[in-house]
């Protein structure tokens, strides 16, 4: 399976992205879709995921802020995010699995797509 993104830019704080992430070549059905971010110096983290049947789940520090959504007869996974700040600035990476996992070894990773929040 191949994950590609988009979506990532340069936004003001306050301002709103809205990610993208669509699965090709998919031999097996995508039970779970997701994003992790990595900022710079910092390890990689966990943002939000998105089961198949639309159960869905956050990192405390984007509740109420995020909201991911997926489209599973596209097999693409949306991430929208509202009232951006600083500290959200990073590479955010797609993930999909055939498995109900917690990971973080996945079935695939997208390339990465980079969100700068300027203050």
């Known amino acids: 399976v191949q994950l590609v993104e988009s979506g990532g830019g340069l936004v003001q704080a306050g301002g709103s992205l809205r990610l993208s992430c669509t699965a090709s070549?998919?031999?097996?059905?995508?039970?779970?879709m997701g994003w992790y971010r990595q900022a710079p110096g910092k390890e990689r983290e966990f943002v939000a995921r998105?089961?198949?049947?639309?159960?869905?789940t956050y990192a405390d520090s984007v509740k109420g802020r995020l909201t991911i959504s997926r489209d599973n007869a596209e097999n693409t996974v949306y991430l929208q995010m509202n009232d951006l700040k600083p500290e959200d600035t990073a590479v955010y990476y797609c993930?999909?699995?055939?498995?109900?996992?917690?990971?973080?070894?996945?079935?695939?990773w997208g390339q990465g797509t980079q969100v700068t929040v300027s203050s």
């Open positions: 993930f999909a699995d055939r498995r109900f996992t917690w990971g973080p070894e996945y079935d695939a």
């Open positions: 070549r998919a031999t097996f059905t995508i039970n779970v």
């Open positions: 998105v089961l198949s049947g639309g159960h869905t």
